[in-house]
């Protein structure tokens, strides 16, 4: 079903996204759009990425390439792209559909550890809901309590009022609990620095060397926190266990 929804999903983009763009002077998004869509991802990635070449910042322009590079089977690159998209656009759903969709790929997981499987269940909600439906909820949840407070003053009898006050109270810990998970989402989006493995493999070495020693190897899509730059390597660190450098030339950074 999901392998459906999310080629549903690129078909879909290409009827709204290219005119989103349009305004901005690029040859190569026509003749990117062209080529996708008589199935030469190869050439589309080339077109679109000579937009990107020139400087063109946008979230349909990204999501077009993630799609083009996941169909041509570079999961690294698509990962990258729908990352680099969801920074410009944190709110649209198609996104971070394709994004998770991917990430499901990906042979290396953060947080192999064992975790509180409550902790664990409540992270899996928090990635799974986007923050745009985060935001659609809380809305919903306060206008239901705001009803349910001024129906409150109508209903008659004590028990009445205990159910209304009961609901209120426990809409209010929802809504809180959304808004929170919403809230560290957007400052996540704001301040941390994300990275992609976009070759097949990156080694994370113990020092910013060709020569140090090699302390783990991320496999192709693998995604990590960027702390720093030191010349070509990018200092990572990857759950709790995972913490070295890796090439820039193996990675792709989300900016």
Partial sequence: ?????????????????????AAEKCE?????????????????????R?????????ADLYYNLGNAYYR?????????????AL??????????????????????????????PILQGLMNLHHAISLKSQMNIALVLFWA????TIGRRFVNGSRG?????????????????????AIYKMIVLETDITGVVTASSADVTSAPSDRS???????????????????NFAEIRLGEKIRGFVKLSEVGIVR
């Fill in 161 to 181: 009022k205990n159910i209304c006050t009961g609901t209120v109270f426990a809409l209010s810990v929802i809504l809180c609990t959304i808004g929170a998970s």
């Fill in 72 to 84: 041509s089977g570079k999961l690294g690159f698509a990962i990258f792209y729908y990352k680099s």
């Fill in 213 to 231: 020693q090699t302390l783990n190897t991320l496999s192709e899509g693998t995604s990590f926190e960027v702390i720093g730059e030191q010349g």
């Fill in 28 to 48: 190569g998004i026509d003749a990117g759009t062209k080529a996708y869509n008589e199935n030469d991802f190869e050439r589309a990635i080339d077109e679109w």
């Fill in 1 to 21: 079903m999901k392998l459906k929804r999310i080629f549903l999903t690129f078909a879909a983009a290409f009827l709204l996204t290219s005119a989103a763009y």
């Fill in 145 to 148: 309590i705001a009803i349910v």
């Fill in 87 to 116: 920074r410009l656009h944190p709110s649209d759903d198609d996104i971070q559909h394709n994004l998770n969709f991917a990430q499901t790929k990906t042979r290396d997981k953060e947080g192999d550890e064992e975790e509180n």
């Fill in 50 to 58: 000579t937009c990107v070449d020139e400087g063109i910042v946008n």
